[in-house]
């Protein structure tokens, strides 16, 4: 069999099992942006599990995008150079040297092992931070009430186009940082990324993979995990939510405004929970839409 008929013989098992397989061919062309966290990322064998995963999305036609993170690796590396650790409301009070280390650990490490896992499983994965294609134009975040936690970085636009050219033959893989008109560079919360960049691409779903079973009502209480929540609903106790779950309840909302049809919050600690979330009617962890506002 020549190479054209080989390929026409792959494209009809692809037709066919997406016609035998209707509820798989429901998410074809999707795009998902998928937030992967440091706080999920600890186990080698979840890592491989979490690649496969990725690129099982890609296999049945989805358009899956990552963006990362690695705070606990930051925070290892700071404590080894004796520097301060300081988190505002979910964000890393920021100097230069913790801006470069985030760098260092984000897009040399991080990203590179998620690109490499990727590549192995089966689809080509590009690695890329705001700065790679101009993807991210960012400004100087300021902390509450004003307050100055240093070169933190809030994106003020997405170049959805490099995103959208990767994407026809990659998996982008994301690292969140970049920098400004002037060149500075700066340390972006993943979650802001994730959300900015769901926001910008309108994807249909926008999931956070974390070290909790969901959004819990009392952090302090695994029973209390939330699964389902409006928008309307985020808002009105988002002032009493503290640590890393805030910048994921604030991308949450910044994306579901911006038309994204559900944002997730998973147990990356559990096996495929990406794949849990996705293909089961029922879904896992919380899910946030838009509610009523929608209508
Ligand atoms: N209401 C809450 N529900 C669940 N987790 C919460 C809540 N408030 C704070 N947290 C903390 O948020 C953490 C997840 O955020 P973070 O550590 O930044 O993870 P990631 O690396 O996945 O972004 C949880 O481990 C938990 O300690
Ligand atoms: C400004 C800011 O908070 N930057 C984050 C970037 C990494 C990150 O968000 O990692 P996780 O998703 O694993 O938490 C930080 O330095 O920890």
Request: glycine residues 12%.
């Amino acid at each position: 069999m020549g190479e054209s008929r080989a390929r026409s013989a792959a494209g009809r098992d692809v037709a066919t099992l997406l016609e035998a397989l209707p509820y798989i061919r429901q998410f074809h062309g999707r795009t998902v942006v998928i937030k992967y966290g440091g706080a999920a990322m600890t186990e080698a064998h979840l890592r491989e599990e979490f690649a496969r995963d990725v690129v099982l999305l890609k296999y049945v036609g989805m358009n899956p995008i990552v963006v990362h993170g690695g705070g606990p690796d930051i925070t290892r590396y700071m404590e080894r150079l004796g520097l301060e650790v300081r988190f505002v409301e979910g964000l890393r009070v920021s100097d230069e040297q913790t801006v470069e280390i985030a760098k260092m650990v984000l897009v040399g490490k991080q990203n590179k092992d998620i690109v490499l896992r990727i590549n192995r499983h089966g689809q080509p994965a590009v690695g890329l931070c705001g700065d790679d294609g101009l993807l991210f134009r960012v400004r100087k975040q300021l902390g509450p009430g004003g307050a100055d936690i240093g070169f933190v970085g809030e994106i003020e636009r997405v170049d959805t186009e490099v995103l959208n050219d990767i994407a026809e033959n990659f998996i982008p893989v994301v690292a969140s940082v970049g920098s400004d008109a002037e060149g500075r560079s700066y340390n972006i919360n993943a979650d802001a990324a994730a959300g900015a960049v769901a926001a910008a691409l309108g994807a249909y779903k926008l999931v956070f993979l974390t070290d909790v079973e969901g959004w819990r009502a009392d952090p302090d209480d695994p029973d209390s995990t939330i699964s389902e929540a409006t928008a309307a609903e985020v808002r009105a106790r988002l002032p009493s939510v503290s640590g890393g779950m805030r910048p994921k309840l604030e991308a949450c909302l910044r994306a579901l405004e911006a038309g994204v049809e559900s944002a997730h919050i998973i147990d990356g600690r559990v096996a495929h929970s990406l794949l849990l979330e996705l293909f089961t009617d029922t879904g896992i962890g919380t899910k946030i839409t838009l509610g009523r506002e929608a209508q």
